[in-house]
T-cell receptor, first 115, second 111 residues
Framework: DVKVTQSSRYLVKRTGEKVFLECVQD?????MFWYRQDPGLGLRLIYF???????EKGDIPEGYSVSREKKERFSLILESASTNQTSMYLCASSLGRQGAGEKLFFGSGTQLSVL | GDSVTQMEGPVTLSEEAFLTINCTYT??????LFWYVQYPGEGLQLLLK?????DKGSNKGFEATYRKETTSFHLEKGSVQVSDSAVYFCALIQGAQKLVFGQGTRLTINP
């Protein structure tokens, strides 16, 4: 079965710190995604990538950047963390482009608190 | 743009009760529809899907029918169990675009 692994389950950072969230998938998937999950707002797409060294903005990219140097690894970067970035961050991957019926595989999430 | 609206939670039921979680969508074309489930402490996983009108997705006793005339994809289960306690997300995708999720509905089943 596909495994999507996020490096930390819980993370506490201070305002202004640079934060790296790491995600690794083990099934040679082309596509990787970063979402944030907030109560009452569901999942919102931050960035996604369809290939190595390729990235595209999602719905809420402000304050974030990403890196995909290797196919299996997709990193989310908070250049200068702020309190409004306190959230649950979910990484996901899928085999092909998101078309009809394409299934996403999710990691367990990283709960980030910015103090 | 495309959007998904789910019924407000949280929803609390007793074991063996009938479950309905409402989901309606707005889309210009003919999206595919999904229900994802998130168990405590875990990531989301696909529960069921339907790719065209009148399709019925089913899995683990859950069902949802793609109703184009009412733009709905309501999730149902005839007899819920404590192990069904989770957060449920309705989602859609159209063409090669990205998934659009609803806000999620937290379900708690009491023994």
């Amino acid at each position: 079965d596909v495994k999507v692994t996020q490096s930390s389950r819980y993370l506490v950072k201070r305002t202004g710190e640079k934060v790296f969230l790491e995600c690794v998938q083990d099934m040679d998937h082309e596509n990787m995604f970063w979402y944030r999950q907030d109560p009452g707002l569901g999942l919102r797409l931050i960035y996604f990538s369809y290939d190595v060294k390729m990235k595209e903005k999602g719905d809420i990219p402000e304050g974030y950047s990403v890196s995909r140097e290797k196919k299996e690894r997709f990193s989310l970067i908070l250049e200068s963390a702020s309190t409004n970035q306190t959230s649950m961050y979910l990484c996901a991957s899928s085999l092909g482009r998101q078309g009809a019926g394409e299934k996403l595989f999710f990691g367990s999430g990283t709960q980030l608190s910015v103090l | 743009g495309d959007s998904v609206t789910q019924m407000e939670g949280p929803v609390t039921l007793s074991e063996e009760a009938f479950l309905t979680i409402n989901c309606t969508y707005t889309a210009t074309g003919y999206p595919s529809l999904f229900w994802y489930v998130q168990y405590p402490g875990e990531g989301l996983q696909l529960l069921l899907k339907a790719t065209k009108a009148d399709d019925k997705g089913s899995n683990k006793g859950f069902e949802a029918t793609y109703r184009k005339e009412t733009t709905s994809f309501h999730l149902e289960k005839g007899s819920v169990q404590v192990s069904d306690s989770a957060v449920y997300f309705c989602a859609l995708i159209q063409g090669a675009q990205k998934l659009v999720f609803g806000q999620g509905t937290r379900l708690t089943i009491n023994p």
